[in-house]
DNA sequence: GATTAACCCTACTAATTCAGTAGACTATAT
DNA sequence: ATATAGTCTACTGAATTAGTAGGGTTAATC
């Protein structure tokens, strides 16, 4: 249950970013030294993250990355998702599922229930938090909650 | 963000078990022979699952595995923890935190609280959930839950 | 007390995934 | 023109995963 590299960094360099694109666009190299991400692998992740348009590119001399939409509307869940696929904890639950299992023993209906509620929770508390909440305040705290 | 093949097996193979535990010790081969899973591989589950002391096992012919609990008593997030090491998102938050990063990154502050909540909920959950409410009816079911 | 059913444990291996590198190409501001 | 910066594919070494192999030990039963 642990985040891959690329994702984790993906959600750093979001956020990095977001806090520096007011002024333009931000080349990748900026990112890369200031997150301490190799500048090459850093490279592959915006690819995929301009793929799934959440960032877009301006190319040439002055050129860099920007956000695709505004930081409230990109949320950590669309960041994860685009860099490591859909988020489900065993595999029958990726749609395209043709991995290990696929739900040809009777007793893993028992626990399927188990990863739904999962995934659904992971889904809802990743797509309700967005860049902006992060890098601009938490819009969680008018609510008070309890950690 | 999946679980590995140990930890999805884990689960399957205690719901089994305690769906079959009454009538005594259930010896491995039977489980495994109903999940479809290698019988040396869920040895080596089993293993660890004894070592964290959620289930025991009785020797010699006649002998098998049992809860070492009540059903009620041992959460899927145990079963989970035993089979796959803490449950956290990223590297850092795993206390024995020596691997990719250690929070050098000023940004990383920033990521930090999401992987906090994501990992809280996920324990949460997990915890929450027994192999006896698996097994024999969903205690969540009293409070009409939505989805 | 031999047999045998069952668990116990370590070591190995093939395949895959992960994290990162290399290097060649394309666009554009100056 | 040239320098800057993004685009893209292919490769590689290391680690992890999923599973095998094979030799133990324990104890019920005949």
Not at 9 to 28: C, F, H, K, N, Q
Not at 113 to 131: C, E, M, N, Q
């Given at each position: 249950?642990?985040?891959?590299?690329?994702?984790?960094?993906?959600?750093?360099?979001?956020?990095?970013?977001?806090?520096?694109?007011?002024?333009?666009?931000?080349?990748?190299?900026?990112?890369?030294?200031?997150?301490?991400?190799?500048?090459?692998f850093l490279e592959q992740i915006f690819l995929e993250l301009r793929r799934a348009e959440l960032i877009k590119s301006v190319r040439g001399p002055r050129g860099g990355y920007l956000l695709a939409r505004n930081s409230a509307e990109i949320s950590i869940g669309e960041i994860v998702e685009a860099l490591e696929g859909p988020i489900a904890p065993v595999d029958c639950l990726a749609q395209e599922g043709s991995g290990r299992n696929r739900c040809e023993h009777v007793r893993k209906c028992l626990s399927i229930d188990v990863w739904i509620k999962l995934r659904d929770a992971v889904k809802g508390l990743l797509d309700g938090i967005s860049l902006a909440d992060l890098c601009f305040g938490e819009k969680a705290e008018k609510t008070t909650a309890m950690v």
């Amino acid at each position: 249950m642990r985040l891959s590299a690329k994702g984790e960094y993906g959600v750093r360099a979001m956020i990095s970013l977001t806090l520096e694109e007011s002024g333009g666009p931000v080349p990748l190299r900026n990112i890369a030294e200031k997150e301490g991400i190799s500048e090459q692998f850093l490279e592959q992740i915006f690819l995929e993250l301009r793929r799934a348009e959440l960032i877009k590119s301006v190319r040439g001399p002055r050129g860099g990355y920007l956000l695709a939409r505004n930081s409230a509307e990109i949320s950590i869940g669309e960041i994860v998702e685009a860099l490591e696929g859909p988020i489900a904890p065993v595999d029958c639950l990726a749609q395209e599922g043709s991995g290990r299992n696929r739900c040809e023993h009777v007793r893993k209906c028992l626990s399927i229930d188990v990863w739904i509620k999962l995934r659904d929770a992971v889904k809802g508390l990743l797509d309700g938090i967005s860049l902006a909440d992060l890098c601009f305040g938490e819009k969680a705290e008018k609510t008070t909650a309890m950690v």
